[in-house]
């Protein structure tokens, strides 16, 4: 069937179910599994623009069937060390489908349904959420299922957050891939705060400072490092000193170039004077102070209430992923406008109206500028899209059948009912 096609594009014949493949330019022949399914014709670099031609089988396996005789469906299935192995942690290659998925959705290219959020502890917040988007000329639609439970790292010793992403198809409704999300989900974070650095940082920062150590601080370091390839020197704060002591660690082996302060959950000496500011926590605190935030610094917030009003208010200008999408959720932002502090006109930009060039990004090497990210699904659906097209060029990842027959038409079916 036309998933099976889908799924296993590009260079995904070393999966063992395959019988052959053929590759051209701009479309790509699928030929799968045996004598009577039908060949698809698509083009798959116009993602799915074209309606697949359908060659009729040769033979069916039993003559009483309808016309629609093979109803095999297959998507592809991408863990994630397929995915880092196939070259996705490619910061590069997310901000390129970030900055596009951002001129789609202003184009209105992008379908953005309200995100389901189910809340299973209101104290905790443990929850999970469920956030579609489809792109319209691309013909994809996506869904990150994803997970997050706070208490998760001190009550049990796991991570506090994961996720899952399927893609579909939208000729015929089919999934196509189903991948794990956390990495896709770390990176979505890491790539916005690094795509807002490329408009409103200075580009010759050279110093990095970070409030928090986990998993959030790691990847922005990496999307920082990639945006401001200039930076030298980073420093880093956390509760607990070995939290900054792993992160030196991890990080200093991927970055052998760059000089690492651990300062010992002393948040100023981490922080202070910075050409760049990450606050990347779960607290509900007021942790960094505006004295620390020197003149021309960039300041990407990531958690929740993680700064003093004092802050914001002292920023020459205030760029939000969606304005309208933050000033309903529990950040600093949110508190302010909430608490009269912060009103509309108070806020610049949302970072689409830089990337589409309808505002200037940074004017004055002295603007401190605040930025306030919290997460808009269909860029995920796009990054995740770019994975996708990654993994399978790279051969990776493992065929997975959806079902063979229709119900009713299993040979078996007899023997499986239960009365």
């Not at 890491?190 to 601080?217: C, H, N, P, V």
């Amino acid at each position: 069937m036309f998933g099976t096609g889908v799924a296993l594009i590009r260079r995904c014949e070393n999966s063992q179910n395959i019988l052959s493949s053929e590759f051209e330019l701009l479309g790509v022949q699928l030929f799968a599994h045996a004598t009577n399914v039908r060949r698809i014709t698509f083009d798959f670099f116009a993602c799915f623009r074209s309606e697949p031609t359908f060659q009729t089988p040769v033979s069916t396996r039993n003559s009483e069937r309808s016309p629609m005789a093979n109803h095999d469906i297959h998507c592809h299935f991408f863990s994630q060390e397929d995915l880092l192995a196939a070259g996705c942690l490619d910061i590069h290659m997310a901000m390129r489908a970030a900055e596009s998925s951002l001129r789609a959705f202003n184009e209105g290219d992008v379908l953005f349904p309200e995100k389901i959020v189910q809340i299973f502890n209101d104290d905790t917040q443990e929850r999970i959420n469920c956030l579609p988007a489809t792109f319209k000329s691309k013909r994809i639609c996506g869904m990150k299922w994803v997970s997050v439970f706070p208490p998760n790292p001190i009550k049990h010793g796991i991570q506090n957050l994961s996720a899952v992403i399927i893609l579909s198809e939208i000729e015929h409704g089919f999934p196509i891939a189903f991948m794990e999300g956390t990495l896709c989900s770390n990176v979505r974070v890491g790539t916005m705060g690094a795509l807002a650095a490329k408009y409103l940082a200075r580009q010759d920062s050279e110093s990095i400072g970070f409030i928090g150590a986990g998993e959030q601080a790691k990847m922005h370091l990496i999307a920082m490092k990639t945006a401001i390839p200039s930076l030298k020197r980073c420093g880093v704060a956390a509760k607990q000193s070995s939290e900054e002591e792993q992160f030196v660690r991890e990080m200093s082996s991927i970055i052998p170039d760059m000089e690492f302060l651990a300062a010992n959950s002393d948040l100023r000496n981490a922080v202070d004077g910075a050409d760049i500011i990450v606050t990347a926590t779960s607290a509900q605190a007021p942790l960094l102070k505006a004295e620390w935030m020197k003149k021309g610094a960039f300041y990407s917030h990531v958690g929740g209430w993680e700064d003093e009003y004092a802050v914001a208010k002292q920023c020459d200008k205030i760029v939000c992923d969606d304005w309208e999408t933050v000033k309903h959720r529990t950040q600093t932002l949110s508190r302010m406008y909430k608490d009269g502090e912060l009103t509309d006109g108070d806020v610049y930009a949302n970072l689409e109206e830089l990337v589409i060039g309808a505002k200037s990004g940074r004017e004055d090497d002295d603007e401190r500028i605040y930025f306030n990210a919290v997460g808009l699904a269909y860029v995920d659906v796009a990054i995740a899209i770019a994975m996708f097209e990654t993994a399978c060029q790279a051969g990776l990842g493992q065929d997975l059948q959806i079902q063979h027959d229709m119900i009713f038409e299993h040979e078996k079916l007899k023997d499986w009912v239960r009365f």
